[in-house]
């Protein structure tokens, strides 16, 4: 089931043709703590990320050694109770008994686009389903490296975040927020007077409230409009486009498309 690769000691995947860091058991952490912005450390939302590796039976390298030998495995079992998680064998025995000797190996993997990785310390070998696994603890921190511009997801429904900005003929009105990117944002109304706005009108002044999550500002491009009819009162949903959110705020809005999509997967 699972395959091997190896790292030269260069830090080079062979055929890769991409740069991999050689993973060091002393450089690991550090090099992670780079990847603030996108780390969790709540166990339950870590539990959570585990068991979607579980139900999606996605694949996981792990990283271990000096050289940076890797097994490439999939998760097994969650226990969140016991703070343990179980996975597989990887094809080589030998591999299998060094990383059984390693106190520090990268996982590395891909959940619904979302790069993650986390870092855990040695395994024990372990019985599933009668089958060779290992046992990790959970990790205590785990990085979900958001990259997908265009990944949506959806805000709250009953009680929505609010959008407020200024039509173009300087009127301030309020918008319910549907969902949002790190590009961009689409919003809802039922003001019959924005059923004049169309793609390629700018919404100037907006601020996003997210209440306790914070709020932001930027300026919007209309890239889409549709009209719905509930109860005969019309529904107008607009796509718009961010044209002035600040490069310091990206991270900020990354950690709340990443806490809402979380939200969304324990419910």
Same mark, same amino acid.
């Given at each position: ?57 996605? #694949?996981?390298? +792990?990283?271990?050694?000096?050289? &940076?030998? !890797? ?8 226990? *969140?109770? /016991? ?87 300087k009127?301030?009105?309020? #918008?319910?927020? +549907?969902?949002?990117?790190?590009? &961009?944002? !689409? ?8 059923? *004049?706005? /169309? ?13 306790d ?18 109860f ?6 607009f ?13 900020s ?15």
């Amino acid at each position: 089931m699972t395959t091997t690769n190896r790292v030269s000691e260069t830090g080079v995947e062979a055929g890769s043709g991409v740069g991999v860091e050689t993973y060091r058991p002393s450089t690991l952490t550090a090099s992670l703590a780079a990847l603030e912005d996108f780390r969790i450390s709540n166990p339950k939302e870590i539990a959570n990320v585990l068991r979607k590796f579980v139900r999606q039976m996605d #694949f996981l390298n +792990v990283a271990f050694g000096r050289y &940076g030998e !890797r097994i490439v495995t999939r998760i097994l079992a969650v226990d *969140e109770r /016991a703070g343990t998680f179980l996975y597989d064998y990887g094809a080589s025995e030998a591999e299998n008994l060094r990383l059984q000797e390693s106190d520090e190996n990268l996982f590395s993997g891909m959940q619904s686009g979302v790069h993650i990785q986390f870092v855990c310390g040695r395994p024990q070998p372990h019985l599933h389903d009668g089958l060779p696994a290992f046992k990790s603890q959970l990790p205590k921190n785990l990085y979900r490296i958001q990259r997908r511009e265009h990944f949506r997801v959806e805000t709250p429904i009953a009680n929505p975040y609010i959008c407020t900005a200024t039509l173009p003929d300087k009127r301030r009105i309020s #918008f319910d927020i +549907v969902d949002l990117s790190l590009t &961009g944002i !689409r919003l809802r109304s039922t003001d019959a007077s924005t059923g *004049e706005l /169309a793609i390629g009108m700018a919404l100037t002044d907006a601020t996003f409230d997210y209440r306790d999550l914070g709020a932001m500002q930027s300026e919007l491009r209309i890239t889409f409009v549709h009209n719905s009819q509930t109860f005969n009162d019309p529904i107008y949903h607009f796509g718009c486009r961010f044209l002035t959110l600040p490069k310091a705020k990206e991270a900020s809005l990354q950690r709340l498309i990443t806490f809402l999509e979380l939200s969304r997967n324990r419910r």
